[in-house]
């Protein structure tokens, strides 16, 4: 992961739970997606791609939204996560 | 909490957890309602999935009206940032910028027309003063689905155990990802024409640096809107905001445009720091957090439905953003102010039918101007994406032209005129101008 962004994303505080909130609902679709868009547009660096698997490090997400969005092939399963989980601003 | 007892007492007496209101999101829009809903003698519950300001992110600038139509002088004690003074937009240019610029001792008289805001400090105090009011805030707390009954809406479930709230009217003010309205099917698929993706850093830098660098005093900020290289031709746009003793800066990009590069927001972000206009102004600063958050961009073209049986929408989730002019959290107070107006007259009635609900909508035209400027604006960002010269070309000429005129070299004004002629005609043909020109016309 990009340096700068991790040392970022420390700074943030995060109650992770045992489970992500983010699902990729089939694996195949991303080993044939060209562009895998999720990728670059996560402003977390929440996926990455890993041999034949993408990697989906839910413990990092902003939850913002986009992934879900710029998917071409609507293979997220995208909720926030459960209440009182997941990223805190403290300044926002 | 204060309306601990009230809470109580709607418990024994069905059952079940039954209030007059249920307001989803605790964010501007939701504790507005909240707060309106409570102060009319509603029993109001406000479901927050963070903690009082946790998951809320804004540029971001407050505006004075909309805020107090809800607080009254809030500004005496809400925990704000800087009152503005001065507000810009700068074209930047790789290594220059134009920029243009309005200060008024007017805008610093009491009241303030506007303030720079942290929403993690501010939200809390808006869920303080609905809870003052009586509304019951609970936060942590995630609504899974919104239950219904023959297609009225009849309360919600959340994630905690026999976590069902039962209310004749909800309120949905869910933010950016409009996950219960689509539920609800008041909301189509969202496509990435729909939102733009914003990335934010809060930099710590003394007060008295902030005021010496932007020439403010302790009780004055400025607001600095930041267009052309800041996106790298890109449609959207950066900004960057004085805070007591913190800068906000951040750069959204449009969803469909952001595709088409492999630059993550981070180093767009990163990018726009390193600019030799913006450079300057941060210098020395620590970074004291990292955050991303969508706004909308439907606007008109993509409103859901505002209202039906049992239910309302608004702010973000009802697409309520301006993103033009930098406005959003005006709308969604607005719109939660008079949504909570709309369930206290259906109270009075004893109907939250659609058909009474329906006076929400008229509100948000006539009492507020919501949706106006939102059909107004409807065609704005389409222009800019078929007409890329401006987000690129015309503001490298405008830098061109403003170099040459400002540059005493020795040739005649007139030759210089000439150069800038013969630039834009290179840049862009005639046609290419008539056709750019023609299209802005339609704007008006």
Known sequence: ???????????????????????????????????KPCINRCPAEVYSWEGDRLQVAYENCVECGVCKIVCPYENIDWRYPRGGFGVSFKFG | MANQGRAETAQEVSGRLEFDVIVVGGGCAGLAAATVCARAGLNTICIERGKPGGKNVMGGVLYTQPTASVYPEFWREAPLERPVVEQNLWILLPDSAIKLGYRSQQFAQEPPNAFTVLRARLDPWFAKKAAEAGALIVPNTKVEEVLTDKGRVIGVRTGRPEGEVYAPITIICEGVNPQLTQQLGMQGEISLEDMSSTTKEVIALPPQVIQDRFHIGPDEGVTIELFGDSTAGLLGMGWLYTNRDTISIGVGVALHDYVNTDITPHDMLQRLKAHPMIAPLIEGGEVREYSSHMIPEGGWRKLPQLYGDGVL????????????????????????????????????????????????????????????DLRKYRTAMEYPTRHRAVLSVYPELAGYAAREMMTVDGASKREKEFRILRQALRARSIFGMAYDGLDALRLL
């Open chain 2, 313 to 372: 929408v608004c702010g973000d989730a009802a697409m309520l953003v301006n993103a033009v002019h930098r406005e959003g959290s005006n709308h969604a107070i607005w719109s939660g102010k008079l949504a909570a107006e709309t369930a206290i007259e259906a109270h009075q009635k004893g109907d939250f039918s659609r058909r009474t609900l329906a006076s929400y909508y008229h509100r948000l035209f006539k009492e507020v101007p919501t949706l106006s």
């Open chain 1, 1 to 35: 992961m990009n340096e700068g962004l991790a040392d970022k994303l420390y700074l943030l505080k995060y109650e992770v739970d045992e489970e992500s909130h983010l699902v990729i609902k089939d694996q195949k679709t991303c080993r044939d997606c060209e562009r």
